[in-house]
């Protein structure tokens, strides 16, 4: 590969948002690479493959190799607490020790950085993960230790929390939650949705539209932000519009109290406001309802 430092790298790149990320830079005619650790992408695209090892060598490697001036840090694990720390934490140090120095370095984080529950999460406002006492805990303390590193450590860099993302994979597959949604919906199952725990739906192609446009030269902000749809919403209210849209009977979605499930610990509000963001951005990000349009 011709090394002109132009090029954009996406770490974890042949996962459901990253691959979706690597998709919408190549639509832009980006020099995108990205690295995989089993699988390629069904896109022709120079890729790296990317064991994960708690060693730098690879990584170190790759980068002095494609000099990139963007990195865009998508790798995601939600397996024991080892791995986790390992990818949020550890990749990340790794990959900044060895970024080119004017590199911008994008970090993409998750609204399991917050644990209170209060919701409607602004940008400024500082993750308290360590409050959460569901299975998230661990994978929201990761992620948020992942964004002091990078604050800390790289100030060209842009952190983006996002929610509960869904669409369609660069297989043009639907992520295995929204998929079991619609196949239960269509074959007349009784779907249980939460109407006491709040989200911010995110379209996966809306995310990564979002993405490829701080990508572009003229981009100037650095800091974080919520790239996530613009709708507050409950699991119930969210399942019934899905229903809707794909011809399905809204009344096979039943109220489910969060108190009574396995997931009580869990906050009751995990939205983002993305009203901050969305002054920075030229790219819409959608209601539910618009959302819909792309799922169906």
């Known amino acids: 590969m011709q090394n002109n430092h132009r090029n954009i790298l996406v770490i974890g790149g042949s996962g459901f948002v990253g691959g979706r990320i690597v998709q919408a830079l190549a639509d832009k005619r980006r020099d995108v690479v990205y690295t995989y650790a089993t699988h390629k992408i069904p896109l022709d695209i120079h890729a790296y493959p990317l064991r994960i090892t708690p060693t730098s060598g690879a990584l170190k490697s790759i980068l002095a190799d494609i000099n990139p001036h963007i990195v865009i840090y998508c790798a995601v694990n939600y397996g024991d607490e080892t791995t986790q720390r390992l990818i949020n934490i550890e990749g990340v140090k790794r990959t900044i020790s060895h970024l080119p120095s004017d590199a911008l370095f994008i970090y993409l984080s998750t609204n399991a950085v917050f644990g209170n529950g209060r919701g409607a999460y602004r940008e ?3 993750p308290d993960a360590h409050l959460r006492t569901d299975s998230y805990r ?6 948020a230790e992942g964004e002091r590193i990078t604050r800390k450590h790289w100030a060209n860099s842009i952190i983006i929390r996002t929610d509960t993302v869904n669409g369609r994979d660069v297989w043009g597959r639907f992520n295995p939650r929204l998929e079991s949604q619609i196949q239960q919906l269509k074959q007349g199952e009784i779907v249980s949705r939460f109407v006491d725990r709040y989200i ?9 539209e979002a993405i490829a446009e701080i990508c572009e030269p003229d981009f100037q902000y650095r800091g974080v932000l919520h790239i996530a749809g613009s709708e507050r919403i409950t699991d119930y209210e ?4 899905l229903a809707r849209h794909i011809g399905a009977d809204e009344n096979l979605v039943h109220a489910q109290h969060i108190a009574d499930t396995p997931m009580k610990n869990a906050p009751r509000d995990a939205s983002l406001s993305v009203e901050f963001t969305q002054t920075l951005l030229k790219t819409r990000l959608l209601t539910v309802e618009q959302q819909m349009q792309h799922i169906k």
């Open 238 to 241: 969210y399942a019934r519009i």
């Open 124 to 126: 400024d406002e500082t």
């Open 200 to 208: 911010s739906p995110t379209l996966v192609d809306n995310l990564a």
């Open 138 to 143: 661990i994978y929201g303390t990761t992620k």
